[in-house]
């Protein structure tokens, strides 16, 4: 990076200090919207901001071009101080062609900022994105600040001479905006620069142009002074430590991975691909020099059943899919509970029922996954706060799984697996270590004699002598493991195994709640929804109001002070990204007049929404 | 093997050659019909095992639904009587998490080819180093009468008071078709027979079918009494040798030749057998002559079909991982660091 050339731009124009921006790109899905986005985070996040982000693509792989349907999206908040969510509303929407504009706007802040490229906003392109006149002639953007900048001339002015086909320098055009933004925001380019030659190692060529497109982008801004001046935000006051940016995904399959290696049981992953979960299956199938066996199966089915194969041969086994997947498998997570095997079952939820928004977030299978059996059949339930809580939330997982013998749902959702935040690396030498418990002597060994302290049974291997056993769907009878159809045995291992999931509340640790223990309003959520809701919490604090939150990471069994806190409030609020399945749990189980604030539109809570609704039920006091 | 067993039995981990059926028999009451094939097969499973040199305790049986699938309850090595046509899944990931065990599945034609015909014909394809035994009596026994994916057409049941209208599967041509490395039929009335085709399925290293035929006395007996009657059998069965010609007939007087693109059957003096008969090829690279006698209705083949040797799927999978481990060691806090990282300095720094 010593060559001048590579250099940012160095400004004369004023630079206006502000807290914190909300930034979307906007495009057509073969624009490189994603990688754009991607990008400006590593920046910022080098850059020493807070930062959270919100990718938004479409369910088709290639929509028709220059179509709503084929518009991806990617949000991103950052900020001098702590960001929890990616933000309600674009400051800044940079809109690649007329759909994106079309599919944004009504979102942007009044007073916003709008870049289009206006090279795209010809009649074929306006009418495939639905506008019957040119919206950047007809007044109808008056409430917006639209600078139109002609990024497929300029890219193609700027690359002239370099070689490069009329595509492949079409192709550059989004790192020419980057290259915008980074002057906006006042961003060094380095990490971008190094980025790109290390993508394209392999053709000179295009590590040069897609540079030099950055660079022109840059130095667009400066001369043609089409900003006026540029923001900066300054560092957050961040927890020291080292950091990395991840998403939930990455995050889940790297807690499952390192649960394996601290407990030294190897993992074994059996999974069919589905949105938006298959990206644990990529990222656990890279890993094999961790142990790491991961089997595509002929379909769900067949995926939690070479897991329960896998964790009756002694493996850590887990089973990653959505919603619909869960459905499948359902009868199989039955017999895990009978068998009283280990797994891990994770649901990246996402809008249905049945086929419903495969690239859209829900919370809507909370109850599937409580009550969604045959039988009485208990099965713990954790869910993950935040992409980074997704590695923690994975390692609880495993830890109970293998403690208790039993099957675990873990809940993540679309809005987690993809979005990314600043994650503060965890010290492998803290992790909380667990293992197998010993085996009692072969003597003495009987299938479902249990550890009194965890109601576990023994885990003895195939293989072993001494220890053959058979185990199955059918009732067992209490101690032996023989089949029993005997109706008080039945009774008593229906409760036993209820006990031993409600066991699990001894490892839970005190509820944290933010804000005072008595009060007016105690908002209660779980999964993704933690950054609006604290947020919105944080907002209303500052404005004097009387409430507190908490959020929930153990639903089932739940955390055992949780109805000693909703004693302390006035009134409960439960903000769900459903009909309120959290709320109905509640409300049967302590019999509070809790109320529930719901959205089902696959989209995330705004912080707003939050506070409007609090603000409504405390009548504006 | 029975006379050997009182100088052993009371060193329990000895080794294999003390082993005998009884030490196979599992403490719990086998609960089949009185007169079911069944208990031949366990028998003959049980006499077979102490045979091979493989202690009892690398032994696992994995099942589904269904009488057949009653079966891992019978036998005093590892068992796993799991759900509905899952059993393949099951003893994938056995297997797979677990290669020194030796993993059978037991199954029957409901189980096996209806609910759990995907796992079936997907684990035969991958080579999973599992040995399936397809018992197929042509109807559904535990749901008390119903037909099954290999009820001939037309047959009268509960379900089907009028007579089946669909067409049945052929279990043979199924496994062929999903590329399993070895493929058998044997019939739970021949006993000497069907323990050389289990031995033989024992020793295969890779995904192994044996569709034996199975009497239900309660709900469909007699069902292969047309062909595997004693007194029919050696006129009515090929009895498939590898690298003999295919010849039949208690006097040894028919034999199988092809007739373009159709195995007909020829009579001869068996003095003078003719040259053109086929030679059966059950390790031809090709499964098409397998997939000919699949389909021969009369002689009905039994034996080994096909028996061919390609890597399981464990042994893959375990040398992809090896594979990995060598190019790369496992440090797990280089992999949370992941490729980017950035320091965040104490507080007051900023």
């Excluded at chain 2, 994995?62 to 899944?89: D, E, K, L, Q, W």
């Amino acid at each position: 990076m010593n060559d001048a050339k590579t250099k940012a731009v160095q400004s004369t124009l004023p630079i206006e200090e502000i807290e914190s921006a909300v930034i979307r790109f906007a495009g057509d899905s073969g624009d490189g919207i994603q990688l754009t986005g991607m990008q400006f985070t590593t920046t910022t996040a080098f850059a020493g901001n807070d930062l959270s982000t919100f990718p938004d693509f479409p369910a088709e792989i290639r929509a028709p071009v220059g179509t709503i349907a084929g518009v991806s999206g990617f949000q991103i908040q950052f900020s001098s101080h702590e960001v929890l969510t990616p933000g309600d509303a674009p400051d800044v929407l940079v809109a690649m062609n007329p759909a994106a504009l079309k599919a944004n706007i009504k979102e942007v802040n009044n007073g916003g900022l709008v870049i289009v490229n206006s090279d795209t906003f010809n009649a074929a392109n306006l009418k495939k994105a639905g506008y019957e006149k040119n919206p950047l002639e007809d007044g109808s953007l008056s409430h917006v600040r639209v600078i139109a900048v002609e990024l497929g001339r300029l890219t193609r002015n700027a690359l002239e001479g370099m070689g490069l086909s009329a595509t492949e320098t079409e192709r550059c055009k989004n790192f020419f905006a980057l290259g915008m933004m980074y002057w906006l925001y006042d961003r060094p380019m380095e990490a971008t620069l190094g980025w790109i030659a290390a993508k394209f190692k392999k053709n000179a060529k295009f590590v040069a142009a897609n540079q030099k497109a950055l660079h022109a982008g840059n130095a667009y801004c400066e001369t043609a002074e089409i900003f006026g001046h540029h923001y900066r935000v300054r560092k957050a006051p961040i927890k020291p430590g080292v950091y990395r940016n991840i998403t939930g995904n990455e995050a889940t399959a790297l807690g499952f991975v390192s649960a394996s290696a601290v407990s030294g049981i190897p993992l074994w992953l059996g999974s069919y691909p589905i949105t938006p979960a298959s990206d644990v299956l990529h990222e656990l199938s890279k890993h094999k020099n961790f142990e790491v066996k991961t089997f595509q199966a002929e379909d769900e089915i067949a995926a939690i059943g070479s897991a329960i194969g896998a964790a009756f041969a002694g493996h850590l086994a887990l089973t990653t899919t959505s919603g619909p997947g869960v459905a499948l498998k359902t009868e199989a997570v039955g017999l895990a509970v009978m068998t009283e095997l280990p797994l891990v079952i994770l649901n990246v939820q996402r809008g249905g029922p049945s086929t419903g928004l495969p690239t859209k977030t829900e919370q809507a299978d909370l109850l599937q996954a409580l009550y969604g059996r045959n039988g009485e059949c208990p099965v713990p339930v954790l869910a993950a706060a935040t992409p980074g809580d997704c590695f923690a939330m994975a390692y609880e997982a495993c830890r109970i799984a293998i403690k208790y013998m039993t099957p675990v749902f873990l809940l993540t959702d679309g809005y987690l697996a993809n979005g990314s935040e600043p994650w503060l690396i965890p010290d492998v030498s803290k992790l909380p270590r667990f293992g197998r418990s010993p085996l009692p002597p072969v003597g003495e060994f009987q299938l479902y004699k249990r550890d009194p302290e965890t109601l576990a049974r023994p885990w003895p291997l195939p293989g072993l002598a001494g220890y053959e056993h058979r185990i199955g769907g059918i009732e067992k009878q209490d101690i032996t493991g023989n089949i029993s159809y005997d109706p008080d045995n039945h009774e008593r291992m229906v409760r036993l195994r209820a006990a031993k999931v409600n066991k699990i509340a001894q490892d839970i640790p005190p509820t944290e709640i933010l804000g005072n223990k008595q009060g007016k309003v105690l908002l209660i959520g779980w999964g993704g929804t933690y950054g609006s809701i604290t947020s919105a919490v944080h907002n209303l604090q500052k404005a004097g109001k009387s409430v507190s939150s908490v959020h929930l990471r153990h639903l089932n069994p739940l955390p055992p002070d949780l109805g000693d806190l909703m004693a302390g409030f006035e009134q409960v609020i439960v903000p769900e990204l459903n009909m309120g399945q959290l709320l109905k749990v509640l409300r049967a189980k302590y019999l509070v007049p809790a109320v529930g604030l719901n959205k089902i539109k696959g989209q995330p809570f705004k912080v707003a929404e939050i506070q409007t609704a609090v603000d409504a039920a405390l009548g504006g006091k | 093997m029975g006379d050997m067993k009182n100088e052993f039995e009371t060193l329990p981990a000895a080794g294999p050659m003390a082993q005998s059926s009884k030490d196979f028999k599992s403490d719990q009451m086998v609960r089949w019909c009185p007169g079911c094939g069944d208990f031949a097969i366990l028998a003959t499973v049980q006499k077979v095992l102490p045979t091979l040199g493989i202690p009892r305790e690398k032994f696992v049986f994995v099942s589904g639904i269904g009488c057949s699938s009653r079966f891992p309850y019978y036998m005093n090595t590892f068992g796993f009587h799991s759900i509905h046509g899952r059993a393949p899944t099951i003893a994938t990931g056995i297997k797979c998490t677990n290669p020194e065990m030796q993993v059978w599945v037991v199954t029957g034609d409901g189980d096996g080819l209806s609910i759990g015909g995907n796992h079936l014909i997907h684990a035969l394809r991958r080579n999973v180093d599992i040995k399936i035994l397809l018992f197929n009596n042509r109807i559904y026994g535990l749901t008390k009468g119903q037909y099954s994916p290999t009820s001939e057409i037309g047959k009268k049941t509960k379900s089907s008071p009028m007579g089946t209208i669909d067409i049945p599967l052929n279990p043979v041509a199924v496994a062929l078709a999903s590329e399993a490395s070895f493929v058998a039929r044997a019939v739970d009335t021949d006993l000497p027979f069907l323990s050389d085709v289990l031995t033989r399925a024992a020793r295969h290293q890779g995904s192994v079918f044996v569709e034996i035929f199975q009497n239900c006395i309660v709900f469909n007996d007699g069902a292969f009494d047309s062909m595997a009657a004693k007194e029919v059998r050696e006129e009515k069965m090929l009895k498939l040798a590898h690298g003999q010609p295919m010849i039949f007939g208690a006097k040894k007087d028919k034999g199988i030749r092809l007739n373009g693109l159709e195995p007909e059957v020829v009579s001869f003096d068996p003095a003078k057998p003719p040259k053109d008969l086929l030679v059966h090829d059950e390790r031809a690279n090709s499964s098409t002559l397998a997939q000919l006698l699949a389909h021969m209705a009369e002689p009905v083949p039994e034996g080994v079909f096909r028996d061919v040797s390609r890597p399981a799927l464990h042994e893959l999978m375990h040398a992809q991982i090896r594979q990995a481990k060598a190019a790369a060691p496992a440090d797990l806090q280089k992999l949370l660091n992941g490729p980017e990282t950035w320091s965040v300095e104490a507080e007051g720094t900023l």
